[in-house]
């Protein structure tokens, strides 16, 4: 009964859509993506500062608009969360912890991270992800972010990495692909796209030190030397004049960076 209720909330379409299998069209990725960003921002702390996130969305969509042909409409989130992550959620919203953002030294990092995550939704990674899910698990994840239960700790830790393991969790394939579309955008914009390779190498560094730091990210995003080899190998394949004069670093990022810093700390989050 209380399952039946649940997926009552869902629009019937998107019911509809996730027993017969079928890709979702996109008005019904747009429609589930905008019910289940509603969910996360009503039980994540989302930062409210409106330069943190006028700055976000600004250098998200001058990534997304080379990205998408689709004419989404994109929404990008910082979290205030300590714990280093990123997610995506079908239909072009983006979420960056404050955790992940304190650790970046240059914009161009930032952009990378984003042109990842913008590439899972261009590339409908998030969507199919979404759809693969077995009723099973659907149910306890659609239960836990469409109810109150989240407010237990033991559930919200579900849906804290939640959200992203949901949406995230991808395939080894996915995540080349995302890294491959996403340096093409970063290069298209004119940011330097070796911010991304850099990210990997901060994260791999951290785990080496002190693991529990990252481990959220580590669970959603394969990460091993092979694939900062294979984001370097890419970029040695960009035409020698296309990585002339990208901007690596901006001042708006690091006033942005600083913001973030000074934020009250982030609340404390349930334990994994
Ligand atoms: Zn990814």
Known sequence: MRRTRRLALLPPAVVLVLAAGCLATQQQEVQMGAGYAAEINSKLPIVRDPEISAYVNRLGDSLARLADSRGLEWHFYVVDAKEVNAFAVPGGYIYVNRGLIERFTKM?????????????VTQRHTIKQQQKATGASLGITLGCV??????????????????GAMMAGFSRDDEAEADRVGLDYVVRAGIDPRGMPETFEILMAERKAKPEGVASFFRTHPLEEDRIREARALIAKVPADRLVGLTEDSRAFQQFKARVKALPPSPASPSP
């Open 108 to 120: 161009d990092q930032l952009a990378g991270v984003l042109g990842h995550e913008i590439g899972h």
């Open 146 to 163: 469409l109810t109150g239960a989240c407010n237990n700790p033991a559930v919200g830790s579900l849906v804290n990495v939640g959200a």
